[in-house]
């Protein structure tokens, strides 16, 4: 398999007052294409810093990223915020649906950014939609939908422009156990039927369960990596 994600050596320090936090320190990891990866560890090891440097959301202090060969430390704010359009999809805890849109309108925003044909855009929607069981929600905006719904249309969202892989910072954490489940299973028939690459930020255990790669952190540094 291909090496789709390498980071080298890279560090984060985050300044709040007088004090340095250490957020992560001297890390090496590499996923390759098609994993499913969770990046686990206690509160403030730094799972969400590494999965930001990684999707470009945020820069290290020091080291590379390579996603595809693309050094994405070498991008310029512009380029970098492209990159991540065409390449790279999101799943937060939050949601992070406009209330003001529906469901299929969620979707095709990031398509629209793309600049595709209108035409094409309701259409791979309507496709993402379907994908993730929401054949009967196009029209419906993100306060007329349960929980797992709205993070249903946050991963139609995220796949919605063929990224290369899929980054999911603690997805189920707003979730009841049935939704996380019901949610965890798509992901995982998502991967397993299509190959597409998930890294989950995440201290649940039903999503370790199901990893099939765990990365555990502790101190901003790797304590242990397996593969199951």
Same mark, same amino acid.
């Given at each position: ?32 294409? !098609? ?8 509160? !403030? ?149 299509? !190959? ?33």
């Amino acid at each position: 398999m291909m090496k789709l994600i390498q980071a080298q050596g890279i560090s984060k320090t985050y300044r709040q007052r007088n004090i340095e936090v250490k957020a992560i320190q001297d890390i090496d990891l590499a996923i390759h294409s !098609g994993e499913f990866t969770a990046i686990v560890g206690p509160s !403030g090891c730094g799972k969400t810093t590494l999965l930001n440097l990684i999707g470009g959301l945020d820069q290290p202090d020091k080291g590379t990223i390579r996603i595809a060969e693309q050094d994405i430390t070498q991008l310029t704010e512009n380029q970098l915020t492209d990159f991540r359009l065409h390449n790279i999809g999101f799943v937060f805890q939050n949601y992070s649906l406009l209330p003001v849109l529906s469901a299929w309108e969620n979707v095709a925003l990031v398509l629209q950014l793309q600049k595709i044909k209108p035409l094409k855009i309701k259409q791979i929607s309507q496709e993402m939609l379907a994908l993730v069981g929401l054949s009967d929600k196009l029209n419906a905006r993100p306060t007329e939908l349960s929980g797992g719904q709205q993070q249903r249309v946050a991963i139609a969202r995220a796949l919605a422009t063929q990224p290369q892989f899929v980054l999911a910072d603690e997805p189920t954490a707003s979730l009841d156990s049935e939704n996380a489940d019901n949610l965890l299973e798509l992901m995982q028939k998502i991967n397993q039927e299509q !190959g597409t690459t998930f890294v989950f930020s995440t201290h649940d255990s039903r999503i370790i369960a199901r990893a099939k790669r765990i990365v555990r952190l502790r101190d901003g540094k790797i304590d242990g990596d397996s593969m199951i």
